[in-house]
């Protein structure tokens, strides 16, 4: 029954099997690998696929100094053979050139936004900016209103004979008895003595600024026997009481040889007015002044004086040497008045600048020709370095005016040749 019946079908016996422990072999036949498709060129050169966008040369430069590109995948012999896999393999990738980046446009109407540092740093200079104009717009306006509140008068007049300019800058400079503006009250506070005639001009100064060096002022005696014109001889003050300023100046200049370029004056109110504005001037005497035509009973020392103070200290001559010593107190005062306002502690501070400058501008007088800035730059002048001196004397005597201050006349004469010629005072001609 095995293997005697013809019809019976022969069973397919399995290839024996390895013995054990032998290591079996791979049958299966070596697969075989099918070459890409070969493209032929009828020019007969040799067919280049296509180069992948990251292949090309120009971005080949870009890309210098990158890796290698990394060779394909491997053919693994043992993987199943996928024809699909090795088309694939052979397809080369087509170039995409990346999209322009567009800029977005900013809408109408609409600006740019900017870096907040950057904003800032605009607005912080435009806010400097307007405070810079806002201050400089109310500098000029004071200075326009101090101008404006000048007391302007023809003191420097051009009459036959007048003198030319002479070299440097020269200042006439009057304080007198004049009560204008002052209540009753106020003129027996300040001791003026009621109504005495003509107003009279109690402290009379010459100021010469030169084009180098220290300014000059020079103490001119109100007794000081002089011509005056179309009055004769007579007291220096009394062509005050005649003319006014203008006679005054032309006086001065005849006397003196010397041009006069401005003119300042101040009144008995001003000059309170400014002392107590500036809450007093320190002073320190050598002795005790007891005046009571002047108002005053000063103690010998140092002390503060008040405005109606000052006044009688400035004008009072109950000293042993009576006008000379009234000289010499005028300069005393005039130093410590000039320290005092042009100090830190005043020019830095408004509440007493403003005051102390608006009501001395409503009390001074000056000439037509005079500005504010005139006066201050005579204030600057009188701050730094400054030679005083009053006039060489030579002595005194009794007159039809009374009794007068003489002049020496030779050194008197060389003395206003050197200021007319700016040249500075030789040490033998000064008075101090």
């Not at 070969?38 to 966008?53: E, K």
Request: proline share 10%; aromatic share 4%; glycine share 10%.
């Amino acid at each position: 029954m095995n293997g005697d019946d013809p019809n019976a079908r022969t069973r397919r016996v399995p290839p024996p099997r390895g013995r054990p422990g032998e290591q079996r072999e791979n049958q299966r036949p070596p697969e075989r690998r099918i070459e890409p498709t070969q493209v032929m060129r009828r020019d007969g050169q040799t067919y280049r696929p296509p180069l992948a966008w990251s292949q090309s040369q120009d971005n080949a430069q870009k890309n210098r100094g990158a890796p290698p590109n990394s060779p394909g995948p491997r053919h693994n012999p043992a993987a199943p053979h996928n024809p699909n896999r090795d088309r694939a393999a052979t397809r080369q990738p087509r170039q995409h050139s990346a999209p322009p980046r567009r800029t977005p446009q900013p809408l109408p109407g609409k600006r740019r936004s900017e870096p907040p540092r950057r904003r800032r740093k605009l607005h912080l200079f435009r806010w400097s900016l307007a405070l810079v104009l806002v201050l400089v717009i109310a500098v000029i306006g004071m200075i326009v209103k101090l101008d404006t509140s000048l007391n302007r008068i023809p003191a420097l007049t051009n009459y036959p004979g007048r003198l030319g300019d002479t070299p440097g800058t020269n200042w006439l400079l009057t304080g007198s008895d004049g009560r204008e503006g002052l209540t009753p009250e106020q003129e027996r506070e300040l001791s003026t003595g009621g109504d005495v005639g003509p107003e009279r001009s109690d402290t009379i100064m010459l100021v010469h600024l030169p084009r180098s060096g220290p300014a000059t002022l020079i103490s001119l005696p109100r007794d000081s026997y002089v011509s005056i014109p179309g009055h004769g001889k007579d007291k220096l003050n009394a062509a005050f009481a005649f003319g006014g300023p203008a006679l005054l100046a032309q006086t001065v200049e005849q006397a003196t040889g010397v041009h006069i370029d401005h003119y300042a004056g101040i009144g008995f109110g001003g000059f309170a007015t400014m002392v107590d504005t500036l809450g007093g001037i320190d002073l320190c005497l050598e002795q005790p002044i007891n005046d009571p035509l002047a108002g005053i009973n000063l103690p010998a020392g140092c002390q503060r004086l008040n405005g109606p103070q000052a006044l009688g200290f400035v004008r009072s001559r109950a000293t042993p040497r009576a006008d000379i010593d009234r000289i010499q107190h005028q300069r005393m005062f005039m130093a410590a008045l000039l320290k005092k306002a042009t100090g830190a502690g005043v020019l830095a501070n408004p509440f007493t600048l403003w005051p102390l400058v608006s009501d001395t501008a409503k009390t001074m007088r000056v000439d037509n020709g005079d500005h504010i800035w005139d006066l201050a730059s005579l204030a600057r002048a009188l701050r730094g370095d400054l030679v005083t001196t009053t006039v060489p004397i030579g002595g005194f005597a009794d007159t039809d005016s009374g009794n007068v201050l003489l002049w020496d006349k030779q050194k008197a004469a060389n003395f206003f040749d050197d200021l007319a010629n700016d040249r500075p005072i030789p040490e033998d001609l000064l008075t101090r």
